[in-house]
Protein backbone atom coordinates (compact mmCIF):
# COMPACT_ATOMS: atom_id res chain seq x y z
CA UNK A 1 0.00 0.00 0.00
CA UNK A 2 1.72 3.70 -1.17
CA UNK A 3 2.16 6.13 1.63
CA UNK A 4 -0.87 8.28 2.97
CA UNK A 5 -0.63 11.60 4.66
CA UNK A 6 -2.03 11.14 8.51
CA UNK A 7 -4.82 13.91 7.62
CA UNK A 8 -6.02 12.19 3.88
CA UNK A 9 -5.97 8.97 5.65
CA UNK A 10 -8.58 10.27 8.42
CA UNK A 11 -10.43 11.99 6.18
CA UNK A 12 -11.06 8.95 3.70
CA UNK A 13 -12.39 7.17 7.06
CA UNK A 14 -15.08 10.20 7.27
CA UNK A 15 -13.77 11.45 10.71
CA UNK A 16 -13.76 14.91 9.88
CA UNK A 17 -13.23 17.16 7.25
CA UNK A 18 -9.57 17.69 6.00
CA UNK A 19 -9.43 21.07 7.59
CA UNK A 20 -10.80 19.96 10.60
CA UNK A 21 -8.32 16.92 11.15
CA UNK A 22 -5.12 19.55 10.97
CA UNK A 23 -6.23 20.97 14.07
CA UNK A 24 -7.35 17.45 15.62
CA UNK A 25 -3.81 16.35 14.77
CA UNK A 26 -2.34 19.49 16.20
CA UNK A 27 -3.93 20.02 19.24
CA UNK A 28 -2.68 16.16 19.89
CA UNK A 29 -5.59 13.71 20.13
CA UNK A 30 -4.12 11.64 17.38
CA UNK A 31 -1.54 8.69 17.90
CA UNK A 32 0.10 6.75 15.32
CA UNK A 33 2.04 3.59 16.73
CA UNK A 34 1.41 4.16 20.74
CA UNK A 35 3.20 7.75 20.37
CA UNK A 36 1.16 11.34 19.77
CA UNK A 37 1.62 12.58 16.21
CA UNK A 38 0.91 16.55 16.00
CA UNK A 39 1.80 16.79 11.74
CA UNK A 40 -1.07 16.35 9.54
CA UNK A 41 1.35 16.14 6.94
CA UNK A 42 2.75 12.56 8.60
CA UNK A 43 3.20 9.76 5.83
CA UNK A 44 2.38 6.39 6.84
CA UNK A 45 0.85 3.05 5.39
CA UNK A 46 -2.84 3.27 6.54
CA UNK A 47 -3.04 -1.06 6.35
CA UNK A 48 -0.40 -1.55 8.91
CA UNK A 49 -0.14 1.72 11.11
CA UNK A 50 -2.42 1.83 14.99
CA UNK A 51 -4.02 5.42 14.01
CA UNK A 52 -6.11 6.48 17.40
CA UNK A 53 -7.82 9.43 17.98
CA UNK A 54 -9.19 10.13 21.61
CA UNK A 55 -7.93 6.57 22.27
CA UNK A 56 -10.11 4.93 19.68
CA UNK A 57 -8.75 3.16 16.98
CA UNK A 58 -9.47 4.29 13.52
CA UNK A 59 -9.35 1.34 11.42
CA UNK A 60 -8.98 1.92 7.58
CA UNK A 61 -10.81 0.91 5.02
CA UNK A 62 -10.05 1.75 1.54
CA UNK A 63 -13.49 0.96 0.30
CA UNK A 64 -17.15 1.66 2.37
CA UNK A 65 -20.35 -0.07 1.28
CA UNK A 66 -24.14 0.14 3.25
CA UNK A 67 -26.78 -0.67 3.21
CA UNK A 68 -30.15 1.66 3.32
CA UNK A 69 -33.97 0.89 4.23
CA UNK A 70 -35.07 3.47 1.90
CA UNK A 71 -38.39 4.94 3.24
CA UNK A 72 -40.89 6.46 0.38
CA UNK A 73 -40.95 9.64 0.05
CA UNK A 74 -36.87 10.25 -0.52
CA UNK A 75 -35.26 10.63 -3.33
CA UNK A 76 -31.92 8.23 -4.66
CA UNK A 77 -29.61 10.60 -5.56
CA UNK A 78 -26.29 12.59 -3.69
CA UNK A 79 -28.11 15.77 -3.73
CA UNK A 80 -31.32 17.58 -4.40
CA UNK A 81 -32.14 21.68 -4.45
CA UNK A 82 -35.53 20.41 -3.18
CA UNK A 83 -36.11 17.14 -2.18
CA UNK A 84 -34.43 14.88 0.55
CA UNK A 85 -31.89 12.63 -0.91
CA UNK A 86 -31.20 9.34 0.14
CA UNK A 87 -27.58 11.05 1.65
CA UNK A 88 -29.62 13.30 3.94
CA UNK A 89 -30.37 10.31 6.08
CA UNK A 90 -26.83 9.36 7.15
CA UNK A 91 -25.25 11.40 9.30
CA UNK A 92 -22.27 13.94 8.68
CA UNK A 93 -19.12 12.32 9.19
CA UNK A 94 -20.80 9.51 6.46
CA UNK A 95 -21.82 11.91 4.10
CA UNK A 96 -18.01 13.12 4.09
CA UNK A 97 -17.17 9.69 2.46
CA UNK A 98 -18.45 10.57 -0.96
CA UNK A 99 -21.05 7.71 -1.03
CA UNK A 100 -23.28 7.19 -4.04
CA UNK A 101 -26.41 4.89 -4.58
CA UNK A 102 -26.01 1.97 -6.27
CA UNK A 103 -28.69 2.60 -8.89
CA UNK A 104 -31.70 3.33 -8.38
CA UNK A 105 -35.21 3.36 -6.19
CA UNK A 106 -38.01 5.54 -7.59
CA UNK A 107 -39.03 8.51 -5.09
CA UNK A 108 -42.31 6.18 -4.08
CA UNK A 109 -40.32 2.51 -4.23
CA UNK A 110 -38.65 1.63 -0.69
CA UNK A 111 -36.05 -1.01 0.40
CA UNK A 112 -32.77 -2.28 0.33
CA UNK A 113 -30.19 0.40 -1.36
CA UNK A 114 -26.51 -0.09 -1.41
CA UNK A 115 -24.26 3.13 -1.17
CA UNK A 116 -21.09 3.26 -1.66
CA UNK A 117 -17.72 5.03 -2.90
CA UNK A 118 -16.21 1.72 -5.04
CA UNK A 119 -17.27 2.67 -8.82
CA UNK A 120 -16.50 -0.91 -9.89
CA UNK A 121 -18.31 -2.22 -6.60
CA UNK A 122 -21.47 -0.44 -7.99
CA UNK A 123 -20.93 -1.46 -11.84
CA UNK A 124 -20.71 -5.05 -11.02
CA UNK A 125 -23.91 -4.81 -9.00
CA UNK A 126 -25.84 -2.65 -12.09
CA UNK A 127 -24.79 -4.72 -14.70
CA UNK A 128 -27.40 -6.96 -16.68
CA UNK A 129 -24.06 -8.55 -17.54
CA UNK A 130 -23.14 -9.60 -13.99
CA UNK A 131 -26.46 -11.47 -13.43
CA UNK A 132 -27.26 -9.94 -9.91
CA UNK A 133 -30.87 -10.29 -9.09
CA UNK A 134 -32.75 -7.62 -7.69
CA UNK A 135 -36.20 -8.74 -5.59
CA UNK A 136 -39.40 -6.86 -4.90
CA UNK A 137 -42.07 -6.84 -2.78
CA UNK A 138 -45.38 -5.31 -4.94
CA UNK A 139 -48.67 -4.66 -4.29
CA UNK A 140 -50.88 -4.10 -7.55
CA UNK A 141 -54.04 -3.52 -8.38
CA UNK A 142 -56.18 -6.44 -9.46
CA UNK A 143 -54.62 -9.80 -9.44
CA UNK A 144 -51.43 -10.83 -11.22
CA UNK A 145 -51.62 -14.70 -12.65
CA UNK A 146 -50.15 -17.26 -14.24
CA UNK A 147 -50.45 -15.78 -17.95
CA UNK A 148 -48.63 -12.78 -16.20
CA UNK A 149 -46.09 -15.19 -14.89
CA UNK A 150 -45.30 -16.51 -18.15
CA UNK A 151 -45.34 -13.27 -20.00
CA UNK A 152 -42.50 -12.12 -17.44
CA UNK A 153 -40.53 -15.07 -17.84
CA UNK A 154 -40.46 -15.21 -21.50
CA UNK A 155 -39.79 -11.02 -21.33
CA UNK A 156 -41.88 -8.44 -21.22
CA UNK A 157 -41.92 -5.58 -23.75
CA UNK A 158 -42.69 -2.38 -22.85
CA UNK A 159 -45.35 -0.20 -24.45
CA UNK A 160 -42.30 1.77 -25.90
CA UNK A 161 -41.11 -1.38 -27.71
CA UNK A 162 -38.32 -1.79 -25.13
CA UNK A 163 -37.56 -5.76 -24.77
CA UNK A 164 -36.94 -6.77 -20.70
CA UNK A 165 -34.50 -9.90 -19.73
CA UNK A 166 -36.92 -12.71 -18.51
CA UNK A 167 -37.88 -12.07 -15.07
CA UNK A 168 -39.74 -14.12 -12.41
CA UNK A 169 -42.98 -13.17 -11.01
CA UNK A 170 -44.26 -15.29 -7.74
CA UNK A 171 -47.78 -15.17 -7.28
CA UNK A 172 -48.76 -14.21 -3.39
CA UNK A 173 -52.73 -13.86 -3.82
CA UNK A 174 -54.51 -10.71 -2.55
CA UNK A 175 -53.18 -8.43 -5.38
CA UNK A 176 -49.55 -9.03 -4.04
CA UNK A 177 -46.88 -10.85 -5.65
CA UNK A 178 -42.80 -10.71 -5.85
CA UNK A 179 -40.91 -9.75 -8.77
CA UNK A 180 -36.89 -10.67 -9.53
CA UNK A 181 -35.43 -8.62 -12.07
CA UNK A 182 -31.49 -8.62 -13.06
CA UNK A 183 -31.65 -5.33 -14.63
CA UNK A 184 -32.50 -1.78 -13.92
CA UNK A 185 -34.26 -0.03 -16.28
CA UNK A 186 -36.32 3.02 -15.83
CA UNK A 187 -38.98 1.96 -13.45
CA UNK A 188 -38.64 -1.23 -14.64
CA UNK A 189 -40.62 -3.24 -12.22
CA UNK A 190 -43.84 -0.33 -12.95
CA UNK A 191 -43.87 -0.62 -16.32
CA UNK A 192 -43.60 -4.62 -16.13
CA UNK A 193 -46.54 -4.57 -14.81
CA UNK A 194 -48.49 -1.79 -15.90
CA UNK A 195 -48.03 -3.40 -19.44
CA UNK A 196 -49.95 -6.35 -18.16
CA UNK A 197 -53.04 -4.58 -16.44
CA UNK A 198 -51.55 -4.34 -13.47
CA UNK A 199 -50.41 -1.07 -11.67
CA UNK A 200 -48.77 -1.04 -9.31
CA UNK A 201 -49.31 0.60 -5.77
CA UNK A 202 -46.55 0.09 -3.89
CA UNK A 203 -43.00 -1.45 -4.64
CA UNK A 204 -40.58 -2.67 -1.89
CA UNK A 205 -36.73 -4.14 -2.87
CA UNK A 206 -36.22 -6.79 -0.38
CA UNK A 207 -32.40 -8.50 -1.87
CA UNK A 208 -29.78 -7.62 -4.00
CA UNK A 209 -27.93 -10.97 -5.19
CA UNK A 210 -27.67 -12.89 -2.55
CA UNK A 211 -27.99 -9.57 0.10
CA UNK A 212 -31.35 -9.42 1.86
CA UNK A 213 -32.62 -6.24 3.44
CA UNK A 214 -31.71 -6.18 7.39
CA UNK A 215 -35.95 -5.27 7.85
CA UNK A 216 -34.60 -4.46 11.78
CA UNK A 217 -33.24 -1.59 10.24
CA UNK A 218 -36.90 0.22 9.65
CA UNK A 219 -37.13 3.08 7.44
CA UNK A 220 -33.97 5.31 7.27
CA UNK A 221 -32.19 2.68 9.05
CA UNK A 222 -28.64 2.24 7.66
CA UNK A 223 -25.79 -0.30 8.04
CA UNK A 224 -21.74 -0.92 7.19
CA UNK A 225 -22.03 -4.01 5.59
CA UNK A 226 -19.32 -6.53 6.49
CA UNK A 227 -17.09 -8.60 3.64
CA UNK A 228 -19.36 -11.35 4.08
CA UNK A 229 -22.39 -9.67 2.97
CA UNK A 230 -19.95 -8.65 0.42
CA UNK A 231 -19.39 -12.70 -0.54
CA UNK A 232 -23.14 -13.04 0.44
CA UNK A 233 -24.15 -10.63 -2.19
CA UNK A 234 -22.45 -12.06 -5.13
CA UNK A 235 -22.56 -16.22 -4.10
CA UNK A 236 -26.22 -16.23 -4.93
N1 LIG B 1 -38.50 -0.80 -10.70
C1 LIG B 1 -39.30 0.26 -10.57
O1 LIG B 1 -40.26 0.42 -11.30
N2 LIG B 1 -39.03 1.14 -9.59
C2 LIG B 1 -38.00 1.01 -8.74
O2 LIG B 1 -37.81 1.84 -7.86
C3 LIG B 1 -37.18 -0.11 -8.89
C4 LIG B 1 -37.44 -0.99 -9.88
Known amino acids: MPLMRLDKMLADQGVASRKELREIIRSGRVCVDGATETHPERKLDPTLAAVTLDGERVGYRRFHYYMLDKPVGVVTATEDRRQRTVLDLLPAELRRLGLFPVGRLDKDTSGLLLLTDDGDF ?23 DEQDALAFSRGIVLGDGTRCLPAELELLGGGRC ?7 KYHQVRRMLASRGKPVLALRRLSVGGLRLEESLGPGGFRELSEQDLCTLFKE
Open 122 to 144: AHRVISPKSCVKKRYYAEVEGEA
Open 178 to 184: LVTVMEG
